[in-house]
């Protein structure tokens, strides 16, 4: 089956810089459309970035513009966030999520991501 292992996460200051990392299993991953989607406590998950693909194409939650990266590298079947400029209101638990697509769409919605990994925390602290 499907697995996503996110790793990479942990505590950081503001203005520091995390990668993190999703390995991918089970799955052709060059088919799929990945994510990263964190949950802060107390809130709802919230879409952060998308990648195609192939990774032609990207998007970004307005609050990380400009300050994280998405990518991929499909002959190693994972994909990256790397996350600069870090803000305390980053602090979360972070989801690398994939779905099934087709060209080189990017889903922007958290609900369109069928496969999940566990989660990795990332604390910015102040």
């Known amino acids: 089956q499907v697995q996503l292992v996110e790793s990479g996460g942990g505590l950081v200051q503001a203005g520091g810089s995390l990668r993190l990392s999703c390995a991918a299993s089970g799955l052709t991953f060059s088919a799929y459309a990945m994510g990263w989607i964190r949950q802060a406590p107390g809130k709802e998950r919230e879409f952060v970035a998308g990648i195609s693909r192939r990774g032609g194409t990207t998007s970004y939650a307005d609050s990380v513009k400009g300050r994280f990266t998405i990518s991929r590298d499909n002959a190693k079947n994972t994909a990256y966030l790397q996350m600069n400029t870090l803000k305390p209101e980053d602090t979360a638990v972070y989801y690398c999520?994939?779905?099934?697509?087709?060209?080189?769409?990017?889903?922007?919605?958290?609900?369109?991501?069928?496969?999940w990994g566990q989660g990795t925390q990332v604390t910015v602290s102040s």
């Open positions: 999520a994939a779905v099934r697509s087709m060209g080189e769409v990017v889903r922007t919605r958290t609900s369109s991501y069928d496969n």
